[in-house]
């Protein structure tokens, strides 16, 4: 590896890595407890799952509810025991957003799962059915777009992550499923629920989204239980508790049965926010004390019994047999036959728990199909470009359901797959994250919504014959569902990515359970990626941050002492020394942050660079025409575009040739500058060159995954803006991908093993 000749620096004396001090509040000992880890993740972040940049609150911070530039969490932490959360500006939007939209249809897709399911007489055995879900997600949605500040969230730092919404309104496709808005409260509701948080001292401006959120029955309901206010997403526990201490008064006491089953819902839905899709009980009842709940063993039997959560016993193992006594005795051969596997007890909700029911179903269905893999096929299997080319064609012309793991170079192959399947008739879908990479590809959003791909047939399922979706670490239970329930029987599904790049943004861990359960074809592509960067990231990869021969300066490290001289060497070598070194124009390079707030944050860097690139007043609400955006219809989708202009209907972008309109009460939450994003933005998408930067407030946010995605979005030149000393090679080294807890590997293997029993 080469330094900038402008750096003027070599390597640096690398001092050791200052730690995060620990945080006294009660909420930051229940998410480290919750977390698993002694510490609270540090200020200014990015979330680990996929950082939403659609809601930015008064601190500094975006929508995924991390701390403050002030250290503070987001979501009004810190205020005093009697208030309740402070809104950021406004209520709910009127008009149906892309988001609302996408819930609708959401809603249609799980009924029609949950009827699927029902016909095939494989009911969720895990307790009572619920309600309330649905309002639960719509009150998310309305806070976001609203521009409520969400609560500090918990579980790994990872973002609110509804499911994906289509790019841009498309026209409509055969039977794919129509998009119903939910009904506005009405006034007299919404009056009503502003009177009842008038009483409990809360600010009148969350009367909107809480009557959204809780129906038409609101303000009853919220006077019944004040605790139900937890419902929004910008309230928090201790919010809640001094609004239900102002209407309940000595009757609110921390064991308060309404208390608790609202708290353990809550919990789970940080949890789901965090990744996981389920909690372990011990897990869960730990964090109950500590927000002083005083017997939480019985708080989560209760939530159980009423059916608010569902429980699950997933075996961690062969059946326990008998003593040894016992087993010499004859008879207690059949007790020991009766002997029950240990099992690890889940706590879940609903919605995340039939997503996981209907994706192994769906998967297990797809690899059950049997297909013949001779003639044509071997004939595409000869003409494939590269063996593993060859091997992914052979596994797919005899398997309904096949993985395929590789680097950059390896997406390749899936692609090699997909015109050798359309050489043979048939018919080929091949979806990815992100927009771009050619006019045969469309987005994993856009096919669910119908408004990209093949459409659906009248059955609602999609009209094709072979399904290859890439960059499949990024796919969240909810949106893997849809899509594998939308792949028809007799129907080929593969999944390809490379795992060693950031999970979802939503819950779940789709691929790697699925590489886990082992339940199907398992392929890894043997093509590496090429030059000096790619043996950089692959030695990431094994959790070796290596020294490169770079001759040509592909890769580059730029040493600084502060975040200010970050941001200036940023600058310099976006404007300066790659477009005169590789003649790589300035809008071709990308710069990469930890995250948005901070003093080298995305929000500092866009500032500066907008300066030197694009400099004007800002005139449409902070945008000039020319500005480089990203555009976040939803959370976890921030796809490049270029601001056109603006009027009274809103900013023009360009999106990739397409033009779009964000309305103007919708620009400050959708849109933001784009010079410079987080990794987790950038997944799914190269440009030739990036400029990593790594300010030393960031040190703590950095793991082996974020290094490994960051790193490998160049094509060809990589810049190191390097401030954080030997936090680097210790991320890369010792500090691995966060774990999520979920059910799928377990719920494959099950399926796998009965399906493999005689009948």
Not at 492 to 516: I, Q
Not at 586 to 606: C, E, F, K, M
Request: net charge negative; hydrophobic share 45%.
């Amino acid at each position: 590896m080469s330094t900038d000749p402008q750096a003027d620096t070599a390597a640096a004396e690398n001092p050791a890595t200052p730690e995060a001090e620990p945080s006294a509040a009660a909420e930051a000992e229940a998410e480290a407890e919750l977390e698993g880890t002694p510490e609270p993740a540090p200020a200014d972040t990015e979330a680990e799952a996929g950082m939403d940049p659609a809601v930015e609150d008064e601190d500094g911070k975006d929508g995924d509810g991390q701390n403050g530039e002030d250290g503070s969490p987001a979501g009004t932490e810190g205020a005093e025991a009697g208030a309740a959360a402070q809104p950021a500006a406004g209520e709910a939007a009127p008009a149906l957003s892309e988001a609302q939209a996408e819930l609708a249809a959401q809603k249609i897709e799980r009924e029609r799962i949950a009827r699927r399911k029902a016909e095939r007489e494989a009911p969720v055995e895990a307790g009572a059915k619920l309600s309330g879900k649905a309002a639960d997600l719509l009150a998310a949605v309305r806070a976001v777009e609203g521009g409520a500040k969400p609560p500090a969230v918990y579980f790994d730092d990872a973002p609110a992550a509804p499911r994906k919404a289509p790019d841009a309104p498309a026209a409509p496709r055969p039977a794919a499923p129509a998009a119903v808005a939910a009904p506005a409260p009405s006034a007299d509701t919404v009056e009503g629920v502003r009177a009842v948080l008038a009483r409990g001292g809360a600010p009148e401006a969350l009367a909107g989204p809480a009557a959204a959120a809780l129906g038409e029955d609101a303000a009853g309901q919220l006077t019944e239980n004040p605790w139900r206010l937890l419902s929004l997403p910008a309230v928090r526990p201790t919010q809640a508790d001094g609004f239900a201490r102002a209407l309940l008064g000595a009757e609110a006491g921390p064991g308060d049965e309404r208390r608790t089953t609202v708290l353990v819902g809550w919990l789970l839905a940080q949890a789901g926010l965090k990744g996981h899709t389920a909690l372990e009980a011990p897990v869960l009842e730990k964090a109950l004390a500590q927000y002083g709940v005083p017997d939480p063993a019985a708080a989560l039997e209760l939530a159980i019994a009423e059916g608010s959560v569902l429980v699950f016993h997933e075996p961690l193992g062969p059946p326990v047999a008998g003593n040894s006594e016992d087993a010499e005795d004859a008879e207690d051969a059949e007790d020991a036959e009766d002997a029950e596997a240990p099992v690890r007890v889940l706590v879940g909700l609903e919605g995340a728990a039939m997503a996981e029911e209907s994706l192994a179903d769906g998967l297990a269905r797809l690899a059950a199909g049997t297909f013949d893999a001779s003639g044509d096929w071997e004939r595409a299997v000869g003409s494939a470009p590269s063996p593993s080319a060859a091997e992914l064609i052979r596994a797919v012309a005899g398997h309904g359901l096949v993985t395929h793991t590789g680097g950059e170079a390896a997406r390749a192959e899936p692609v090699a797959l997909a015109a050798a399947a359309r050489e043979l008739g048939l018919r080929v879908c091949l979806a990815a994250h992100a927009p771009g990479g050619g006019p045969d590809r469309v987005t994993v959003a856009g096919l669910l919504s119908g408004a990209e791909g093949p459409g659906r047939d009248t059955d609602g399922q999609f009209a094709l014959d072979l399904l290859v979706v890439l960059d499949a670490p990024q796919l969240d239970v909810e949106t893997a569902a849809a899509l594998v329930e939308s792949v028809p029987d007799g129907a080929r599904l593969v999944l390809s990515g490379d795992p060693g790049v950031l999970g979802s943004a939503g819950a779940g861990r789709v691929f790697a359970d699925v590489l886990a359960a082992r339940t199907c074809p398992q392929l890894v592509s043997r093509t590496p990626d090429p030059g000096p960067i790619g043996e950089l990231v692959s030695g990431v990869g094994i959790g070796e941050l290596n020294q490169v021969d770079a001759p040509g300066k592909e890769v580059v490290i730029v040493p600084v002492k502060d975040a200010g001289e970050a941001v200036h060497r940023a600058v310099q070598l976006v404007a300066e020394s790659v477009p005169r070194a590789f003649g790589i124009p300035a809008d071709s390079v990308q710069v990469i942050t930890p995250g948005h707030g901070g003093s080298a944050g995305t929000r500092a860097l866009n500032a500066a660079l907008k300066e030197r690139l694009n400099p004007g007043p800002g005139r449409f609400g902070g945008f000039d025409p020319g500005d480089r955006v990203v555009h976040v219809p939803s959370a976890g989708r921030a796809p490049a575009a270029r601001v056109v202009s603006a009027d009274a209907e809103g900013l023009h972008l360009d999106r990739a040739g397409a033009r779009i309109v964000v309305p103007k009460e919708l620009v400050e939450s959708q849109v933001r500058h784009g010079w410079a994003v987080t990794a987790h933005q950038a997944v799914g998408t190269r440009w030739p060159a990036v400029v990593v930067v790594l300010p030393g407030d960031a040190a703590q946010a950095l793991s082996r995954d974020w290094v490994y995605t960051a790193f490998g979005r160049g094509e060809r030149h990589l810049s190191v803006v390097h401030g954080v000393d030997q936090a680097l090679p210790h991320a890369v080294a010792e500090v691995p991908a966060k774990p999520r807890t979920t059910r799928l590997t377990g719920l494959l293997t099950a399926l796998a093993t009965a399906g493999a029993q005689p009948r």
